[in-house]
């Protein structure tokens, strides 16, 4: 994909009213975060998760800093947890939005648009996940062209072949038959003089009979 996608967004979810030990490795992981120490939040947001698997504020973070370490794979799981676990319309947006981007570092476009798309049903203000919607649209219309242009390029080039496929036999023909008719030529003119030979031996000795004296 193009430069022009933006990157996640850096928007964190802190811990709310919920079991101590997930705020805790929450908060930590927040911390671990903010220092861009990426792979140790990860670490403290998976803990989070193992004490509660459909924590949406644990799987949201953990899919940022998966992100961070270009997990991306990893990251759209994370962020399909976040979506599948939580009612919060601007915390399933950002994780609508982040999944986009997420797509279309791994050159999935049209999982990219469909990311965006969900992303601005729920916030229609988000300028940059329409932007980004915007130029992915046109990145994919612009990828149609191409193949199309390729799939005639192809067909022409095909075609081309066929024709002169079809050209050669005649042309080899065309070449065969001049030499064919020289040779024949050349032995039929061989073949005159053989008889004009014969012919001139024949009448140099003519039979004579004996005369009766």
Do not use: C, H
């Not at 220092?35 to 670490?43: G, H, L, R």
């Not at 009612?87 to 797509?103: H, L, R």
């Amino acid at each position: 994909m193009k430069t022009w996608i933006s990157v996640i967004t850096g928007f964190l979810i802190t811990a709310t009213a919920s079991a101590q030990q997930e705020n805790a490795s929450i908060r930590k992981g927040n911390n671990l975060y903010k220092q861009n120490n990426f792979q140790q939040s990860a670490e403290e947001y998976k803990k989070a998760i193992v004490q509660s698997p459909d924590n949406d504020v644990a799987n949201y973070n953990l899919g940022n800093a998966r992100f961070r370490t270009n997990q991306l794979k990893e990251a759209l799981s994370s962020y399909e947890a976040t979506i599948a676990n939580t009612d919060n319309k601007p915390v399933k947006e950002k994780a609508f939005y982040n999944q986009g981007v997420a797509f279309s570092k791994q050159q999935q476009l049209q999982e990219s648009i469909e990311a965006w798309k969900n992303a601005l049903k729920l916030d229609p203000a988000d300028q940059e996940a329409r932007e980004n919607l915007q130029k992915a649209l046109l990145e994919k219309k612009k990828q149609e062209q191409q193949q199309k242009d390729q799939q005639k390029e192809n067909q022409d080039k095909k075609e081309d072949r066929k024709k002169k496929q079809d050209q050669q036999p005649t042309q080899q023909q065309s070449r065969l038959t001049k030499k064919q008719v020289e040779q024949l030529l050349k032995a039929l003119a061989q073949k005159e003089k053989e008889v004009q030979n014969k012919m001139q031996s024949k009448n140099a000795s003519p039979n004579q009979q004996e005369k009766d004296w």
